[in-house]
């Protein structure tokens, strides 16, 4: 990123500081809010594109809207996946060298590219899984 902006720098700083989670523009808003720094949504949503094209964030579109995620790696070459929880809504970043070989069967194979930066792979967590197993054998 060339060139980043006090707007720039104070959204990334909240999705590092709340790396584990995922994030909606007004989730930051807030932050910001909280932190004494008035920046407007629509502000929030411009930086947000930016960093993600940058490829320090993810975006995750979900049915209730976007959600923003830090990402630790933002090299180009990088390639991440992320896994989402349909039960608890949580999202983990993953590097996974069993993912990449798949992509590239898929490519090889199948002549089709996956962007791993915007794939978002859905499950239930062990968590989740293991409450959903024990709702099922009651």
């Known amino acids: 990123m060339p060139y980043t902006t006090k707007q720039r720098q104070a959204v990334l700083r909240c999705l590092s500081q709340r790396r584990s989670e995922a994030l909606t523009a007004a989730d930051l808003a807030e932050d910001l809010r909280r932190e004494g720094q008035s920046v407007g ?5 411009r930086q947000l594109e930016k960093l993600e094209q940058a490829g320090r964030i993810h ?6 809207g976007a959600l923003y995620q830090y990402c630790p790696d933002p090299s180009p070459a990088h390639d991440c996946f992320l896994l989402r929880c349909e ?4 999202i983990v970043h993953l590097d996974c060298d069993h993912l990449r070989e798949l992509c590239g069967h ?3 194979e199948h002549h089709f590219r996956v962007d791993p930066r915007r794939t978002v792979l859905t499950g239930l967590c062990a968590a989740c899984g293991e409450k959903e197993a024990a709702c099922e054998s009651k």
């Open 41 to 45: 949504l629509a502000t929030i949503y």
């Open 59 to 64: 975006k995750i579109a979900t049915e209730e």
């Open 87 to 90: 039960g608890c809504g949580r």
């Open 106 to 108: 898929l490519e090889a």
